[in-house]
């Protein structure tokens, strides 16, 4: 079954500064992965997601985020942070082939400093 | 089109009572999911569904949990006799059939006194 971890339970940047959220996963194959954020009070918003193709992945809200096989990896970033991207992000890795098998990270939570 | 709608936001049991917690999923989605986040941590499945059927309850605990989808209305997560450990954010997710990604609705409160 695959897992996904995320190092970083909290993070505090500036207002500006650029920004990378780590996200590592345990799979056989390649399998699906997502970024989703979460405003305090809030339901999950999807921000992207990586089935196949272009490694580096563009989202909304100016988030992008690479594939790495090689360190099973699917690092978030932004490169100029803004006081509305202070939330939790979920990094989360499904299996192709089984809809119901998807899992998450403990989370991230951000925090932007003025 | 609407999203996925989840009611009540908050809701407040005392243990002993029963919770229901509805989903509602983005129309034309067959597909049903459960989450729930405890505090501090991150979001656990509970169980998939489709219409009228349970495909994965691997994540429901044993007892007192339960779900369906019925042909007709929104999905249920009832909770039976509630205890102060069920106080959780539940989350509800849908899918069509064609597609892996899940879209989640705004989530239920479950506050167990």
């Known amino acids: 079954a695959q897992s996904v971890t995320q190092p970083d339970i909290h993070i505090t940047v500036s207002e500006g500064a650029s920004l990378e959220l780590r996200c590592n996963y345990s799979y056989g194959a390649t399998p699906y992965l997502f970024w989703y954020v979460q405003s305090p009070g809030q339901g999950l918003q999807l921000l992207l997601k990586y089935f196949s193709g272009d490694t580096l992945v563009q989202g909304i809200k100016g988030f992008e985020a690479e594939f790495k096989r090689s360190q099973s990896s699917f690092n978030l970033r932004k490169p100029s942070v803004h006081w509305s991207d202070a939330a939790e992000y979920f990094c989360a890795v499904g299996a192709p082939g089984s809809r119901d098998d998807m899992r998450f990270g403990a989370g991230t939570r951000l925090t932007v400093k003025p | 089109n609407a999203g996925v709608m989840q009611n009540p936001r908050h809701l407040v049991r005392r243990r002993g009572q029963e919770a229901r917690l509805r989903c509602s999923p983005v129309?034309?989605?067959?597909?049903v999911y459960w989450y729930r986040q405890l505090p501090e941590e991150g979001l656990k499945f509970m169980v998939y569904?489709?219409?009228?059927?349970?495909?994965?309850e691997s994540g429901m605990p044993k007892e007192r949990f339960s779900a369906e989808f019925p042909k007709e209305g929104p999905s249920i997560l009832r909770i039976q006799q509630v205890v102060r450990g069920d106080s959780a954010a539940y989350f509800c997710?849908?899918?069509?059939?064609?597609?892996?990604?899940?879209?989640f609705g705004p989530g239920t409160r479950l506050l167990v006194l």
């Open positions: 569904l489709q219409k009228e059927n349970i495909i994965d």
């Open positions: 997710a849908s899918s069509p059939p064609t597609q892996e990604t899940q879209y």
């Open positions: 129309k034309g989605h067959s597909h």
